[in-house]
């Protein structure tokens, strides 16, 4: 008895099973017939999972058709196919499966099938508590910049902490040329360069540069001063082991760097060196507090001695390091 | 024993014929369908998107706006959906002007015979091109030298039937639907880097109603989609609307030439 059971449920399934697979090839195959096309069960909206890509740091996208956006046509080409070769416009093969006359347009009479309307009886349109949600009206506005906000409270920032010292022994014009910010710094505290602290991070690691001691975490640099720290922007040569995650690889360079907020780093065998921003590297954007300066009829933006000049990239704007202007 | 070995072969036979059925149902009884072997598009949906191509063709100007959604893959790969609103300006065979307005960017492109001009007004850069004098010209060269799409290339193209034909495999109807309170034509397509759908209206003209592209290639699958509204295929439009405006202190910068492969262009 439970075999029988068993045996027509399984032989009922199969059965099923075979009817789904004529019914679903039918259905696709006769356009829409009998109101099957639509959203049946065959064309699942199944999105693939995958990280990396496009972050929302991307300078451009949403608008135009970068790289093809938003059109068919070049949509294989963009970064994928740059400098595409498909430039020739070859009839189509589907030209010849044309109709060669097609009958005077008007309006189309509705495709057969009797599909169901659409709109007008769905029931279920009548969800209570709709339509007055109350007070969304007064929200702040979020727009755009969402960078470099951070929270400032409890740094108390004097740059008279700063003696000589550091600003010439190790930082020259490079120090003045920081902006306010470690811009690339995790967003949840915001640190500020010449910001004075009372203790460090307790996981802060020791960097020796030249024979200077300085702590470091997380991407921020401490010196320490009068029995207090204060944070001082990344000390070139410095070698640390691990980076802030907020870090991105930069590109139009040859070898592995890293740009941690106009901070650059470059990878070797024992951890990430602090170098001079490399010329030639890319970025998507301008560390905060980078300063507009014009020489010689060119834009560019100055920051921790890097000359970032803006190009379009398709529709993006993107930042070259360059030589410092002469 | 005896009853699982009959299941096997009662199975097996009934999904044997369901297949035999099946590949007769693809014998090739409509001549049409079975022009080639790897381009396959309905007849009906060709016909449907060449009467909204030819409508589009025969307007001398018109004007249109559009919603644009449009996902973003973060890293995490959680897809994140940027809106935004576009107002378009075509008048042939050379002049384009478009405005994107959107949650992240603005973008202005000015496109006039001999030169296109791109303007992001909130870092108040703009950048010139010379190019060549009709618009499909343009879009190739644009794309080839680079990397940028005037926005729905496809549609105010000259020619948008042979534009997404040239990449696209198949198509079929999928049916009638609503968009907007308008009665449209749902048409379905796959080309080799997307898989694209169109609305057309039913009425005449059969101009677009929704447009809806999906990146099969990219992290994430992400989709883009357009939804048209007010055209106008008589617009009137006057030179000026074609004529950049620009703040005074915009700032110029240069296209980086992806063909040639250096950062700067002149």
């Not at chain 1, 064309?43 to 999972?49: A, D, E, I, K, Y």
């Not at chain 1, 020796?208 to 997380?218: I, L």
């Not at chain 1, 560019?300 to 970032?308: D, E, I, K, R, W």
């Not at chain 2, 079975?34 to 001398?60: C, F, H, R, W, Y």
Request: hydrophobic share 30%.
């Amino acid at each position: 008895m439970k075999n029988n059971i068993r045996f027509t449920s399984i032989l009922t399934a199969f059965i099923l099973l075979s009817l789904m697979i004529l019914a679903t090839h039918d259905a696709f195959s006769r356009r829409g017939g009998g109101g099957g096309g639509r959203g049946g069960g065959g064309h699942s909206m199944h999105r693939g999972g995958g990280g990396g890509g496009h972050s929302m740091n991307r300078g451009g996208g949403g608008g135009f058709g970068n790289g093809g956006r938003g059109s068919v046509k070049y949509s294989g080409q963009g970064s994928r196919n740059r400098g595409g070769s498909n430039v020739q416009r070859p009839k189509s093969n589907v030209a010849q499966t044309r109709p060669a006359q097609r009958p005077s347009t008007g309006n189309r009479p509705n495709n057969p099938g009797n599909k169901p309307g659409y709109g007008n009886n769905r029931p279920g349109n009548n969800k209570p508590g709709q339509g007055n949600r109350p007070g969304n009206g007064n929200r702040p506005g979020h727009g755009g910049n969402n960078s470099g906000n951070f929270n400032n409270n409890n740094i108390k920032v004097n740059n008279n902490y700063y003696g000589g010292r550091y600003n010439n022994r190790y930082y020259g014009g490079y120090w003045n040329s920081w902006g306010g910010y470690y811009s690339g710094w995790a967003f949840a505290s915001g640190i500020i360069i010449g910001a004075a602290i009372a203790s460090i991070p307790q996981d802060s690691t020791t960097v020796y540069v030249q024979g200077d001691t300085f702590y470091y975490s997380d991407g921020v640099y401490y010196a320490e001063k009068d029995s207090e720290y204060v944070v001082i922007p990344p000390p070139e040569g410095a070698v640390v082991t691990e980076l802030p995650s907020s870090c991105t690889s930069v590109s139009g360079v040859s070898g592995d760097y890293r740009d941690c907020g106009g901070a650059f780093y470059q990878r070797q065998s024992d951890g990430y060196k602090v170098v001079s921003p490399p010329v030639g590297a890319m970025v998507n954007n301008l560390p905060d507090g980078a300063q507009k300066t014009d020489v010689g009829g060119q834009t560019y933006f100055l920051f921790a001695g890097g000359y970032y000049q803006p190009f379009y990239s398709g529709n993006s704007v993107v930042y070259k390091i360059v030589s410092p202007p002469a | 024993m005896v009853g699982i070995r009959y299941i096997f072969i009662i199975a097996f036979y009934i999904l044997s014929s369901a297949f035999a059925l099946h590949a007769q149902a693809q014998e090739p009884t409509d001549t049409e369908t079975q022009n080639t072997s790897q381009v396959i598009v309905d007849p009906e949906a060709a016909e449907i998107l060449e009467e909204m191509s030819d409508a589009l063709e025969a307007a001398k100007e018109f004007t249109f706006d559009t919603e644009i959604t449009n996902d973003r893959t973060l890293d995490s790969g959680q897809a994140i959906q940027i809106s935004g609103t576009m107002k378009t300006a075509v008048k042939r065979p050379n002049h384009v002007y478009a405005k994107y307005v959107g949650d992240f960017n603005t973008r202005e492109v000015w496109y006039s015979g001999d030169k296109l001009t791109l303007y992001i007004p909130d870092k108040d850069f703009y950048g010139v091109l010379k190019t060549p004098d009709t618009l499909d010209a343009t879009m190739d060269f644009l794309m080839e030298e680079y990397n940028f799409s005037l926005p729905l290339a496809d549609v105010i193209s000259a020619d948008p039937y042979t534009s997404v034909m040239e990449t696209t495999t198949s198509g079929f109807v999928v049916g009638d639907s609503m968009v907007r309170g308008k009665e449209c034509t749902h048409l379905a397509f796959r080309a080799q880097y997307v898989d694209w759908q169109i609305w057309i209206s039913n009425d005449d003209p059969a101009l677009p109603c929704k447009l809806v592209i999906e990146y099969k290639e990219l992290e994430g699958v992400p989709q883009y989609q357009a939804i048209f509204s007010n055209w106008n295929l008589n617009p009137k439009l006057s030179k000026s609307a074609f004529k950049p405006d620009l703040p005074k202190d915009a700032v110029k910068i240069d296209f980086i030439n992806f063909k040639k492969d250096k950062g700067d262009d002149k």
